[in-house]
């Protein structure tokens, strides 16, 4: 039976979510998108629609979350009120305080997430490390136990890229996990994962130690798109000059393209200039020039994302082999977080995708760090 102390702090929480997540703006921010579906030729602009759908069923999540959490805490009090005059068993309020207190730490742990990547869905890569066949199992092992549990989540899991071990288990892996805050969920895996067992590839019984490395990255789609804005464009036309002959000289077959660019991450304003002259005949000279429109604008949506990558890749730098995040000692029935001291006997229990305690532990304690 839980004590008033438990329900006076579910209560608390519950109170201090409300807080930190604005409710009442929210609200108020969901009826001002809502207005905007209304206004006439919405759907004329397919891709802006969808994306302002998904802001408003994005407002209206958080707002669902923290109703249900506000339900199940009423309903705790309520059962506790009943408790003392003997309407409901203890058993009961138990029951109605766990709904209460998993429907609270779910939100809780959401909320932690605020970095715009977090939402994303997620690219996990296991590699076996030095060791041969018992590293190579522990790393099937590691996969096995993200693939329970992202089906405990209803997440999608895709596995590509699998090559198999020499003997058993596998030496790499990549598996593509898409789900609401995957990658906000995994990106707390990334590291060296320690395993120390009997092994059962040794025929002397001996305990050994094997290594796995774990990198998560958020999913982005690679297809760049490159769309030309026609009402920032403007056409100059004029004589080419040079050799070539009467018509080159006479004829205005040159063009001028002028775009008014602006960066989609500043705002920043800039005239891209493309000038083209290489053939006699004016369209084909404004079709080159569009070609190198094109051009320059792929040209800019990749540097950002080769910078968006290194960004990434940076951080898979700090991890080195000697960066162990955490160990499994299966004998000793213990796994240890070493980042944040988080540990459990369940060995069990996580290998068949059990880590949310994990999970929790490093995002109450690292969430509101950079680059994490």
Request: with cysteine; net charge negative.
């Amino acid at each position: 039976m839980i004590t008033i102390d438990q329900l006076k702090n579910v209560k608390e929480r519950t109170a201090a979510l409300y807080r930190y997540l604005d409710i009442e703006n929210k609200k108020v921010q969901v009826e001002e998108e809502q207005l905007r579906t209304q206004a006439p030729g919405f759907w004329d602009d397919a891709k802006a629609a969808e994306e302002q759908m998904k802001k408003v069923k994005g407002l209206q999540k958080w707002i669902e979350g923290y109703n249900e959490v506000k339900t199940l805490s009423d309903e705790l009090e309520l059962a506790f009120d009943f408790y003392k005059e003997e309407m409901v068993t203890e058993e009961e309020v138990d029951e109605a305080y766990a709904k209460a207190v998993s429907a609270l730490e779910d939100l809780e742990l959401r909320n932690m997430l605020r970095q715009e990547e977090d939402s994303m869905d997620a690219v996990l890569k296991i590699n076996s490390g030095a060791g041969g066949t018992e590293s190579q199992d522990w790393a099937s092992m590691l996969m096995r136990l993200y693939m329970r549990w992202a089906e405990s989540h209803g997440y999608k899991c895709t596995i590509s890229n699998l090559q198999d071990g020499d003997e058993a288990g596998i030496k790499t892996v990549t598996m593509q996990i898409e789900g609401e805050f995957a990658y906000g969920y995994l990106k707390s895996e990334n590291g060296v994962h320690r395993l120390v067992r009997v092994s059962p590839y040794n025929a002397q019984g001996k305990r050994m130690t094997s290594f796995a490395s774990v990198f998560v990255t958020p999913l982005v789609d690679d297809t760049i798109e490159i769309y030309v804005d026609p009402s920032k464009i403007s056409w100059d036309l004029f004589r080419s000059g040079g050799a070539g002959g009467q018509n080159v000289n006479k004829v205005e077959t040159g063009v001028r393209l002028r775009y008014q660019y602006v960066d989609p991450d500043t705002g920043e304003e800039e005239e891209i200039l493309i000038e083209n002259t290489e053939s006699r005949k004016q369209l084909e000279n404004r079709e080159n020039a569009m070609r190198l429109l094109k051009s320059q604008l792929y040209d800019r949506a990749l540097q950002k994302r080769k910078a968006a990558q290194a960004k990434i890749e940076a951080g898979k730098k700090k991890i080195e082999w000697g960066s162990q995040i955490r160990s499994y000692v299966f004998d000793d029935r213990r796994v240890k977080d070493h980042r944040t001291n988080f540990q459990t006997s369940d060995v069990n229990g996580v290998m068949d995708g059990k880590i949310d305690g994990f999970i929790k532990a490093y995002l109450m304690e690292f969430a509101g760090e950079e680059n994490i």
